[in-house]
C-alpha cells in the first residue's frame, strides 16, 4: 500500500484534463467503461513507463503498484487486469495467481524457458491473457511485413537477424528476435532449435541456405532495434525497427489491458489486439 502511494507520488506528472484523456479502442464495447489495473514490475523501467502513459487515457485507473515482496494476491479482488514487466521466473506465479482470482493478465515479461511457458499457457485455460514479446504498434507492423516478405522472396534469400539493447538488458536473444525467427522458421518449414546460428566463430564453414543467423548486440541505453536481413546474390531486402522510448510498448500493453477483460480465456497476441488477424 504504501508503496503504490509512493509510486504514484513520484510521479508528479501533472494529470491531463478529461478532455486531453484519449480512450482506447474497445473501450465503448463493455458495461464497465473504467479498467482497473495493477501493474506488476513497478519499480522498473517498464512499470514506471506504465504508471506515466496510464494517466494520459481515459477509461484507465492504475489502483495497485507492485514490486519484489509486495501482495500481489491480495490487491486481485481490487483489479480487472494485472501487468506484468518483471523477470521470466515470476510470471507463472503471476498468471497462477490471476487463474485463480479470474483476473485477464497482460504479460510483458520475455526470457520464459519451456517450463514457464507450460505453466502460463496452463492459466490461460481460465482467464484471457494477452502474451506478447512486443507491444509496439511499429514492431507488430514489422511481425507482419517480415512474413510477407519471406514469403515474396522466397527461399534464395538468407536469412539474418540483427538485435541490439541497452547493455542492463538481462535475456538474449530478444523476446521480439525471438518472434522474429518462429516467423522466418515458420515460413520456411523448418525447425528453429537445428536452422538458428547464434553468432559466428571460428572456422564455421560456408554459410548454408537453411540456417537463420540471430545476431545480439549490447550497449549503452539503446531501448531496442531490430533488423530482418533477407541477402541473395545480387541484392538485399534490410526491415529495421528502432524504438527510441519505452513509452510505445507501455501505451501498447496498456491497450492491451483494456482489450483483453472480458474476453474468452486463451492466449491472445497483439496482432488480435490490433486486428491485423
Ligand atoms: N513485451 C515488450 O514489449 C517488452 C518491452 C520492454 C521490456 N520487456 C520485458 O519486460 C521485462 C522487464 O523489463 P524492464 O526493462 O522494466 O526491467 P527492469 O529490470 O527495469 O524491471 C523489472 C522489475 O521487476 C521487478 N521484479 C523482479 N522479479 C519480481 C517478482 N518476482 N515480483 C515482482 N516484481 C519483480 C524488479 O524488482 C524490477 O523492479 C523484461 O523481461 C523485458 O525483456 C518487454
Redesign the pocket.
Known amino acids: 500500500m504504501d508503496f503504490v502511494a509512493s509510486t504514484l507520488r513520484v510521479n508528479r506528472v501533472p494529470l491531463p484534463q478529461a478532455s486531453e484523456r484519449v480512450p482506447f479502442p474497445g473501450f465503448r464495447d463493455r458495461l464497465t467503461l473504467v479498467t482497473r489495473i495493477l501493474v506488476?514490475?513497478?519499480?522498473?523501467?517498464?512499470?514506471q513507463?506504465l504508471i506515466h502513459c496510464a494517466r494520459q487515457h481515459a477509461g484507465l485507473q492504475i489502483v495497485a503498484a507492485?514490486?519484489?515482496?509486495?501482495d500481489?494476491g491480495g490487491w486481485l479482488p481490487q483489479v480487472d487486469a494485472v501487468i506484468d514487466?518483471?523477470?521470466?521466473?515470476?510470471t507463472p506465479?503471476?498468471a497462477a495467481l490471476c487463474a485463480a482470482a479470474g483476473k485477464a493478465l497482460v504479460?510483458?515479461?520475455?526470457?520464459h524457458d519451456e517450463a514457464e511457458k507450460a505453466a502460463i499457457r496452463a492459466a490461460a485455460g481460465r482467464i484471457p491473457m494477452v502474451w506478447?514479446?512486443?507491444?509496439?504498434t511499429g514492431?507488430n507492423t514489422l511481425f507482419w511485413l517480415t512474413r510477407k516478405a519471406a514469403e515474396i522472396l522466397g527461399p534464395s534469400f538468407d536469412l539474418e537477424v540483427i538485435e541490439t539493447h541497452h547493455r542492463?538488458?538481462?535475456?538474449s536473444p530478444?523476446?521480439?528476435a525471438t518472434t522474429l525467427l518462429e516467423i522466418l522458421g515458420d515460413v520456411r518449414k523448418v525447425q528453429l532449435e537445428e536452422a538458428l546460428r547464434h553468432g559466428r566463430k571460428g572456422i564455421v564453414g560456408e554459410r548454408t541456405s537453411s540456417e537463420i543467423g540471430i545476431h545480439a548486440v549490447r550497449g549503452g541505453d539503446v531501448v531496442?532495434d531490430h533488423t530482418v536481413l533477407f541477402a541473395a546474390v545480387g541484392e538485399r531486402v534490410e526491415l529495421t525497427h528502432k524504438a527510441s522510448s519505452?513509452e510505445t510498448?507501455a501505451n501498447?500493453?496498456l491497450r492491451a489491458a483494456a482489450w483483453v477483460v472480458g474476453r474468452a480465456p486463451g492466449v491472445y497476441d497483439m496482432q488480435d489486439v490490433l486486428g491485423l488477424r
Open positions: 506488476n514490475g513497478a519499480k522498473g523501467r517498464m512499470g513507463a507492485t514490486d519484489v515482496g509486495d500481489l514487466f518483471t523477470h521470466h521466473d515470476a506465479g503471476v504479460i510483458g515479461t520475455t526470457g506478447a514479446s512486443n507491444y509496439s514492431v542492463l538488458k538481462k535475456d530478444s523476446g521480439t531496442g519505452r510498448f501498447g500493453a
